[in-house]
């Protein structure tokens, strides 16, 4: 069953701060329903790569520790994989936020998030597997039954980072140049203060 309900036809644009998005009801690899955009508040919609990817996996393993700052400041935490569910819950099954398969790569395709050799190849890509932590993050998944490497799933997917008002306005956005640029906590949590300014 397809994770996700969208209202309209998916582009493959990319978006800026300003542009609005579709509402969709969207459902986690646990089961439940969630709404997007989130009517009580801010989302921190972010994209990630396969389920596996440790550079993806050590990065919300520290929004996982900072998870109740995020939810003072009032946002919403919601990661998407481009991998089927049942190769997300070993790796990301017991993340305090919720976490979304997007096998089809719809949500991917409707907010213009791409892939590219880049992603492996910048030195901040390549170097960042090498780290010990890293390795532990990936083996914790991978001894609850995960897929340590992306079966029939690309490693050139792209991360990208979304700050979306309860109104369903994107109020700032990054794509990231390789598979290790993205938001850190600090900056989803400045992202958000500056977020009232632009609606």
């Known amino acids: ?16 701060p300003g542009d609005p998005i579709e509402h969709r009801t969207l459902t986690t690899i646990g089961g439940d329903r969630i709404a997007l955009p989130d009517p009580s508040g801010l989302t ?4 990630r790569r396969f389920a596996g990817c440790p ?8 929004i996982a520790r900072r998870h109740d700052e995020i939810r003072a400041a009032g946002i919403r935490e919601v990661v998407v994989f481009h991998s089927p569910a049942e190769h997300m819950r070993p790796h990301q099954g017991r993340l305090p936020f919720a976490a979304i398969a997007d096998p089809d790569k719809v949500l991917y395709a409707a ?7 880049r992603a492996v190849l910048h ?11 890293t390795w532990a993050v990936v083996a914790k998944g991978v001894r609850a039954g995960g897929l340590p490497t992306p079966r029939g ?3 050139l997917g792209l991360p990208a980072d979304f700050l979306i008002g309860q109104e369903g306005t994107v109020r700032a956005v990054r794509y990231g ?3 290790a640029d993205h938001w850190s906590v600090d900056e989803i949590l400045s992202e958000a203060a500056a977020a009232p300014s632009r609606r």
Do not use: D, E, Y
């Open 123 to 133: 030195p901040s890509a390549w170097s960042a597997p090498l780290r010990p932590r």
């Open 111 to 117: 907010f213009g998030v791409g892939s590219a050799a």
């Open 1 to 16: 069953m397809n994770a996700i309900t969208n209202t309209s036809p998916i582009t493959a644009r990319r978006l800026r």
């Open 177 to 179: 140049r390789h598979a």
């Open 153 to 155: 799933q690309s490693v």
């Open 55 to 62: 550079i993806c996996n050590v990065h919300l393993a520290s």
């Open 44 to 47: 921190h919609l972010q994209f």
